[in-house]
């Protein structure tokens, strides 16, 4: 991912305009990082995006996960298969240079909600059975 | 997203075979649930592959940002940035039928990262300058 402005402004050019002593040119150079600012975090909103829609997505998946668990009585949580998650989400965390602890934080941030909804499902569940 | 064996077994038809009382039907309806059950897991593994995928991106992104905030002297933290970031998501997240509270506890626990991120890179670029 290198911007249009990466290319324009080459990191070792970069250095030379960013003199404090030479005001007018510092001018243009916090000109510059301003819009390159702007650049990057337009890229980040995208990615925002997409994740928001594709974790829409596995919430959905989840939910379908906790009506079939509540309906077939598997317990909410299983410990083996979120251990097999966190080693696959590291191993792939590692090959895409992401940091595989903020992987790992992530997934159990993730789970922690997922249970949270199939506890809520499996009582409802329940609840709906004594009736 | 529906998988194959969701029209084989409509929920309706589901309920008949989950009669607890026939326990060969029953066995039937567990293989059942747990094929299905695996099925789902292949779609959330999926799913969070793209996640781990995009995360990595977005810290490519956070980290440029980071550097080009550390030599332009901007502070890590911009709070009228998250605001507008945390109100853009919580539309997007009502629109993609997930939880806006969620979506606004997941940008919080990223931007924290972030923010330690440009903590630590500021610190570095501090320490270069005073050597």
Request: hydrophobic share 40%.
């Amino acid at each position: 991912m290198t911007s249009a402005s990466d290319h324009a402004n080459p990191p070792v050019a970069d250095h030379s305009i960013m003199d404090p002593h030479a005001s007018c040119v510092s001018d243009q150079a916090s000109q510059d990082a301003l819009s390159e600012l702007r650049s990057m975090r337009g890229t980040i909103d995208n990615i925002d995006a997409a994740l928001v829609h594709l974790l829409a997505e596995r919430f959905k998946a989840t939910q379908r996960v906790g009506v079939l668990k509540a309906k077939n009585d598997f317990p909410p949580a299983d410990p083996e298969r979120e251990k097999a998650q966190i080693q696959r989400l590291r191993a792939l965390a590692e090959a895409a240079q992401l940091d595989p602890e903020f992987a790992e934080k992530f997934l159990t941030f993730i789970i922690s909600e997922v249970i949270r909804h199939h506890e809520a499902i499996s009582e409802d569940h329940q609840r709906a059975d004594a009736s």
